[in-house]
């Protein structure tokens, strides 16, 4: 295929309320669609995971569209190329991962829907549905009845795993209180490196909550940080941020600074790069989880694709629409008992719904 167009559109959609982690708020999501056209007319979706400032990595979105056009277009328009080739073509660029995964997508959804195979089809899907998780944030308020009111909610609506935001002075009480209301949840914590290792005296007595993992507590290069953690640490480390490629990860389970990994494909730089990471990590028989990024439908319809792979044996972050959007980009993706269906038309399986589109739309770039 030869990518003839790309069309950057940027949306804003609010969340159904206040998403509060260690590193900021969000009332809103800002995100970046995009829309590539091929010589042949045929159209593919990609959503890019950047925010708008660069609080959780490095990328953010003006930066991400500045690389798009100025360094990754560059080298993939024009040519004759297949989707599995894009990670080699812009190998050269360091860096942005998120900008090269949106492209990445976008073309594999385009090669897809021109083929007539599903996303999760073609990745080596081995199941129908998924279980699904959510993540709850730190209440925008600082109230434990807050956090236990959106607990209940979420149990109500019959979450397989309960994820809670941590940070220093929003720890241990609200792990407790959950704990003990919800004895048998299946329950994590994500502190998106918020801790030092002059805590880790204070991390260890989440032991005592039977936690499925720690989510990235330490800064994202405290990588003996995270070793020592774990060596001492009963609850599993899980890295999210410190995973950036399938090398790093290779490492980091063999230097034992992780026992279990949060895959996110923006992250990584793509959906290949994290089948590449799932593969690896089963092979080894290190238990993997899909991440999440507050997706629109697009991404979410990406992720529970990758979701259904043999190796993701823990819930991901792969909750309902409804979980951030009153109204999704996409045909919303519904839970029924916990369980998520995995689109199987062609590509995505799902593209944006124009009337929602328009309704979201900031601005749109042509980028190519
Ligand atoms: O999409 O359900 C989701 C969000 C899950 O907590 C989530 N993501 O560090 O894992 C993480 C965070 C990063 C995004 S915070 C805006
Ligand atoms: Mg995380």
Not at 260 to 265: L, R, T
Request: proline share 6%; charged share 20%.
């Amino acid at each position: 295929m030869k990518i003839a167009k790309v069309v950057v559109h940027h949306v804003a959609m609010p969340l159904v309320r206040p998403f509060r982690t260690s590193f900021g708020v969000d009332y809103t999501k800002e995100t970046m669609l995009l829309e590539l056209t091929t010589a042949d007319g045929v159209v593919g979706w990609g959503e890019c995971v950047a925010a708008p400032e660069p609080t959780y990595s490095h990328e953010f979105n003006a930066a991400a569209v500045l690389v798009m056009r100025d360094h990754l277009l560059t080298r993939l328009a024009g040519v004759e190329l297949s989707a599995e080739e894009v990670p080699g073509i812009l190998e050269p660029v360091r860096g942005n991962p998120m900008a090269k995964g949106a492209l990445e997508l976008a073309l594999i959804d385009a090669q897809l829907r021109a083929s007539g195979q599903s996303f999760a089809s073609y990745l080596g899907s081995t199941r129908t549905e998924i279980p699904c998780g959510v993540s709850v944030g730190i209440p925008a308020d600082d109230s434990l009845e807050t956090l236990m009111n959106e607990v209940s909610v979420y149990m109500d609506a019959g979450y397989k795993r309960i994820k809670l935001k941590i940070e220093p002075g929003w720890d241990i009480v609200p792990t407790r209180m959950v704990r003990e209301r919800w004895p048998l949840v299946p329950l994590q914590v994500d502190a998106n490196q918020a801790y030092s290792r002059a805590d880790i005296e204070h991390l260890l007595e989440l032991d005592e909550f039977d936690l499925l993992l720690i989510e990235q507590p330490l800064y994202e290069d405290d990588l003996l940080g995270h070793k020592l953690l774990a060596d001492r640490m009963v609850t599993p480390v899980c890295l999210d941020e410190s995973i950036i490629s399938l090398e790093n990860a290779d490492s980091l389970i063999e230097f034992g600074a992780c026992e279990i990994i949060n895959i996110k494909a923006g992250r990584v730089g793509g959906y290949l790069t994290a089948k590449a990471i799932h593969d690896m990590a089963f092979a080894r028989g290190i238990p993997v989880w899909c991440g999440g990024m507050v997706e629109t439908g697009l991404g979410r319809a990406a992720n529970v694709a990758l979701a259904s792979l043999p190796g993701f044996v823990l819930p991901g972050d792969t909750s309902a629409s409804d979980r951030f959007f009153t109204t999704d980009i996409t045909e919303p993706f519904v839970m029924n008992d916990g369980m998520m269906t995995v689109p199987t038309s062609p590509g995505l399986g799902v593209t944006p719904i124009p009337e929602f589109l328009e309704k979201f739309t900031t601005a749109t770039e042509i980028v190519l």
